[in-house]
């Protein structure tokens, strides 16, 4: 595959830096959630029934803070925003350790409200520094540096709890968290382009772009991250099932480098294709893993297929996102991708844990898929042609006949 669409990229200006900052910005906010559940478990000895409790809140508040920031970001710019966030986080993380358990859940529920929001902040600023064409790229490359955050921040959060502690771990997600903030804030990148800031201030009303082909959209979202959940705590579970656990990370490792595997491919492409198409095939080809048996790396190379398309599924979205909304709604728009791929993990994490244990893991497989499938044909009728942003002359992902993207200009 030809490295030419990956050298493009980096040749424009502070797009390296962006993804350079975005990868390590993004790794002490994916250590959060097991950084609360193990001091939750550990350090207050609460148990796993409180420890849910407290991410939770923590989920919550970030899935009603996302778009709210965004929408910040769209009117206010970017660094109010990031100061505010960033000092609450700071704020949070230095003095979590010490909290009494009441406290902490709702203080979790506030910094998650105020949650720093890198992911869809880099996302929004390269929608404004990359060209349309190079877009499939760049979310391509941005999706592979998202799975290596949460390769590491949850690892790290589990060696800094187990040898040092709450406080120590905190106190270091504290400086990471605030070295993020104030990175970003430093490198203020641009969240629109030359050419819409110099398109007239017209304020951006919801009713222009929050369409039922966005909705559409967010579902199929929330299915992607269903499904991918849904597979990890399977995958855990048949291997915990046939005492194969010594091999759970590493079987975890192989299933991720899949992921990077296809979002490097899927972003080196000419072409794209729809996020329903690839969710849905994501989905189905999940549905026969469970009938592997034996030993673990069968169920590992059974992964494959549907591996491979975890990135390109999840990058195409942010895509076509860009292509359906104007530049001025765009964070609140990238806030609410946010908050469906925190909808989709939420929902699927009972689910498939009630699955597991009146059915068995292989049924995980099978019902996740099937629901990921399920949710991408309810979308599909509402998948129509949307009203055409100012400043882009390109139908979305979904537009059309919702199966196939039209050939990327230039």
């Given at each position: 595959?030809?490295?030419?669409?990956?050298?493009?990229?980096?040749?424009?200006?502070?797009?390296?830096v962006l993804l350079a900052v975005g990868v390590?910005?993004?790794?002490?906010?994916?250590?959060?959630?097991?950084?609360?559940?193990?001091?939750?478990?550990?350090?207050?000895?609460?148990?796993?029934?409180?420890?849910?409790?407290?991410?939770?809140?923590?989920?919550?508040?970030?899935?009603?803070?996302?778009?709210?920031?965004?929408?910040?970001?769209?009117?206010?710019?970017?660094?109010?925003?990031?100061?505010?966030?960033?000092?609450?986080?700071?704020?949070?993380?230095?003095?979590?350790?010490?909290?009494?358990?009441?406290?902490?859940?709702?203080?979790?529920?506030?910094?998650?409200?105020?949650?720093?929001?890198?992911?869809?902040?880099?996302?929004?600023?390269?929608?404004?520094?990359?060209?349309?064409?190079?877009?499939?790229?760049?979310?391509?490359?941005?999706?592979?540096?998202?799975?290596?955050?949460?390769?590491?921040?949850?690892?790290?959060?589990?060696?800094?709890?187990?040898?040092?502690?709450?406080?120590?771990?905190?106190?270091?997600?504290?400086?990471?968290?605030?070295?993020?903030?104030?990175?970003?804030?430093?490198?203020?990148?641009?969240?629109?382009?030359?050419?819409?800031?110099?398109?007239?201030?017209?304020?951006?009303?919801?009713?222009?772009?929050?369409?039922?082909?966005?909705?559409?959209?967010?579902?199929?979202?929330?299915?992607?991250?269903?499904?991918?959940?849904?597979?990890?705590?399977?995958?855990?579970?048949?291997?915990?099932?046939?005492?194969?656990?010594?091999?759970?990370?590493?079987?975890?490792?192989?299933?991720?480098?899949?992921?990077?595997?296809?979002?490097?491919?899927?972003?080196?492409?000419?072409?794209?294709?729809?996020?329903?198409?690839?969710?849905?095939?994501?989905?189905?080809?999940?549905?026969?893993?469970?009938?592997?048996?034996?030993?673990?790396?069968?169920?590992?190379?059974?992964?494959?297929?549907?591996?491979?398309?975890?990135?390109?599924?999840?990058?195409?979205?942010?895509?076509?996102?860009?292509?359906?909304?104007?530049?001025?709604?765009?964070?609140?728009?990238?806030?609410?991708?946010?908050t469906a791929l925190l909808i989709g993990a939420?929902?699927s994490a009972p689910v498939a844990g009630a699955?597991?244990?009146?059915?068995?893991?292989?049924?995980?497989?099978?019902?996740?898929?099937?629901?990921?499938?399920?949710?991408?044909?309810?979308?599909?009728?509402?998948?129509?042609?949307?009203?055409?942003?100012?400043?882009?002359?390109?139908?979305?992902?979904?537009?059309?006949?919702?199966?196939?993207?039209?050939?990327?200009?230039?």
């Amino acid at each position: 595959m030809a490295l030419e669409p990956y050298r493009r990229l980096f040749r424009l200006p502070g797009v390296g830096v962006l993804l350079a900052v975005g990868v390590l910005a993004r790794v002490p906010v994916t250590a959060i959630g097991m950084a609360l559940t193990l001091h939750a478990v550990e350090s207050l000895d609460l148990g796993y029934i409180m420890a849910g409790l407290l991410t939770m809140a923590s989920t919550v508040g970030l899935a009603v803070g996302s778009p709210l920031s965004g929408r910040f970001v769209d009117r206010y710019g970017l660094r109010p925003v990031l100061a505010v966030t960033t000092a609450a986080q700071a704020l949070f993380w230095a003095t979590a350790w010490a909290l009494p358990f009441p406290v902490l859940v709702g203080a979790a529920a506030v910094a998650g409200l105020l949650g720093l929001p890198v992911f869809s902040v880099v996302r929004q600023c390269l929608a404004a520094m990359v060209p349309l064409e190079q877009r499939r790229t760049a979310f391509s490359l941005d999706s592979m540096f998202v799975e290596l955050s949460y390769m590491t921040g949850p690892a790290l959060a589990v060696f800094g709890m187990i040898t040092f502690g709450s406080g120590p771990t905190m106190a270091v997600i504290a400086i990471g968290l605030t070295g993020s903030g104030l990175a970003l804030l430093l490198l203020n990148p641009p969240i629109r382009s030359a050419e819409e800031l110099a398109e007239p201030g017209a304020k951006v009303s919801r009713r222009q772009w929050l369409t039922p082909g966005l909705l559409a959209l967010l579902a199929t979202v929330a299915a992607a991250t269903f499904v991918l959940t849904a597979t990890e705590l399977a995958m855990v579970a048949t291997m915990e099932g046939s005492k194969q656990t010594a091999w759970i990370g590493l079987a975890v490792g192989i299933w991720c480098v899949y992921s990077l595997t296809g979002g490097f491919v899927y972003g080196g492409l000419s072409r794209g294709f729809s996020p329903l198409l690839l969710i849905a095939s994501m989905a189905l080809l999940t549905v026969p893993v469970g009938l592997v048996s034996g030993a673990w790396w069968w169920l590992v190379l059974a992964l494959l297929p549907s591996g491979l398309l975890c990135a390109p599924s999840l990058s195409s979205t942010v895509e076509a996102l860009t292509r359906r909304v104007p530049a001025g709604a765009r964070g609140e728009a990238m806030g609410l991708h946010g908050t469906a791929l925190l909808i989709g993990a939420a929902a699927s994490a009972p689910v498939a844990g009630a699955i597991i244990d009146a059915h068995g893991a292989g049924w995980a497989f099978a019902v996740s898929g099937l629901i990921g499938v399920a949710i991408v044909l309810v979308a599909l009728p509402f998948s129509r042609r949307p009203p055409r942003p100012p400043a882009e002359t390109l139908s979305g992902d979904l537009s059309g006949d919702a199966l196939r993207e039209a050939p990327a200009p230039g």
